[in-house]
């Protein structure tokens, strides 16, 4: 499996950017996809999950701000960023669970300046 990851940049403070990741390869239907960050000096977190049923998972800091979906015919994951906080800004990683196997994209950069 390969992901590819899309949509970082430059925000203003309560603004919008919206991140998708797109799977490629052979792997199973029955999966979780999902999005974590890594902000300068800090360990990896969980941003929040989406399984193939549509079953969700959010961190607590960005329930109610970010929206994770995904469409399935296109293997793609997307998160919805709004009311973005300087605190956001991090590298953010796709990543596929699924079948035992555990995949991670590149990251892409989302910087959110005050």
């Known amino acids: 499996v390969q992901l590819q990851a899309s949509g970082g940049g430059l925000a203003q403070a309560g603004g919008s950017l919206r991140l998708s990741c797109a799977a490629s390869?052979?792997?199973?239907?029955?999966?979780?996809m999902g999005w974590y960050r890594q902000a300068p000096g800090k360990q990896r977190e969980l941003v929040a999950l989406?399984?193939?049923?549509?079953?969700?998972n959010y961190a607590d800091s960005v329930k109610g701000r970010f929206t994770i979906s995904r469409d399935n015919a296109k293997n793609t994951v997307y998160l919805q960023m709004d009311s973005l906080k300087p605190e956001d800004t991090a590298v953010y990683y796709c990543?596929?669970?699924?079948?035992?196997?555990?995949?991670w994209g590149k990251g892409t950069l989302v910087t959110v300046s005050s």
């Open positions: 990543r596929w669970l699924g079948g035992g196997m555990d995949y």
């Open positions: 390869g052979e792997f199973f239907s029955s999966n979780v």
């Open positions: 989406i399984n193939s049923g549509g079953s969700t």
